[in-house]
T-cell receptor, first 112, second 116 residues
Framework: SQELEQSPQSLIVQEGKNLTINCTSSKTLYGLYWYKQKYGEGLIFLMMLQKGGEEKSHEKITAKLDEKKQQSSLHITASQPSHAGIYLCGADISGTASKLTFGTGTRLQVTL | SAVISQKPSRDICQRGTSLTIQCQVDSQVTMMFWYRQQPGQSLTLIATANQGSEATYESGFVIDKFPISRPNLTFSTLTVSNMSPEDSSIYLC?????????????FGPGTRLTVT
């Protein structure tokens, strides 16, 4: 089984709607990273969370890490076509402050 | 943040040959990593590239198949040796830049490899 589960696997939303993507582990997430990937391209760094209960926002994207540090959510407000892509969560689950384990990704499509 | 470039951006290679991928960073970084993303899959760490010493490989990856060099703090190479179609993937370099207790990790644009 995956050490880092993402849900949903894919999502189609209408422009202007809000959406949430979840990333869950049975292990402690010592550092939790959110990335966006356009098809066939590299990863764009969005945010990193470290502390339980931490929340960060950038433009219309908000990420949270729960108090137990086993679940994170990424929320997009008023989605736009530019938000389309694959969202990946990566986490340090070894506590080494270095290498990351990645989730399976969530493919987001935004329709007009 | 860090600006990372990779060469080549894509290549089509014949089985049995080798390809070396270069990763260049615009600033000195402590940590550099190589990941693989197979078609339709998420990322898997191949190895940590250590400056001045041998790379640290993850389970399932060996030096003979994926030799890595890291001659300084801004450059690394990954070679995919004796390629087979199963090696067709996107290969991504990432770097860790210091910040608090965890590094912010940034990724290069990737190298899309197709083995025929």
């Amino acid at each position: 089984s995956q050490e880092l589960e993402q849900s949903p696997q894919s999502l189609i939303v209408q422009e202007g709607k809000n959406l949430t993507i979840n990333c869950t582990s049975s292990k402690t997430l010592y550092g939790l990273y959110w990335y966006k990937q356009k098809y066939g391209e590299g990863l764009i760094f969005l945010m990193m969370l470290q502390k339980g209960g931490e929340e960060k926002s950038h433009e219309k994207i908000t990420a949270k890490l729960d108090e137990k540090k086993q679940q994170s959510s990424l929320h997009i407000t008023a989605s736009q076509p530019s938000h389309a892509g694959i969202y990946l969560c990566g986490a340090d689950i070894s506590g080494t402050a270095s290498k990351l384990t990645f989730g399976t990704g969530t493919r987001l499509q935004v329709t007009l | 943040s860090a600006v990372i470039s990779q060469k080549p951006s894509r290549d089509i290679c014949q089985r049995g040959t080798s390809l070396t991928i270069q990763c260049q960073v615009d600033s000195q970084v402590t940590m550099m990593f190589w990941y693989r993303q197979q078609p339709g899959q998420s990322l898997t760490l191949i190895a940590t590239a250590n400056q001045g010493s041998e790379a640290t490989y993850e389970s399932g990856f060996v030096i003979d198949k994926f030799p890595i060099s890291r001659p300084n703090l801004t450059f690394s190479t990954l070679t995919v040796s004796n390629m087979s179609p199963e090696d067709s993937s996107i290969y991504l370099c990432s770097v860790g830049t210091s910040g608090n207790s965890h590094y912010e990790q940034y990724f290069g644009p990737g190298t899309r490899l197709t083995v025929t």
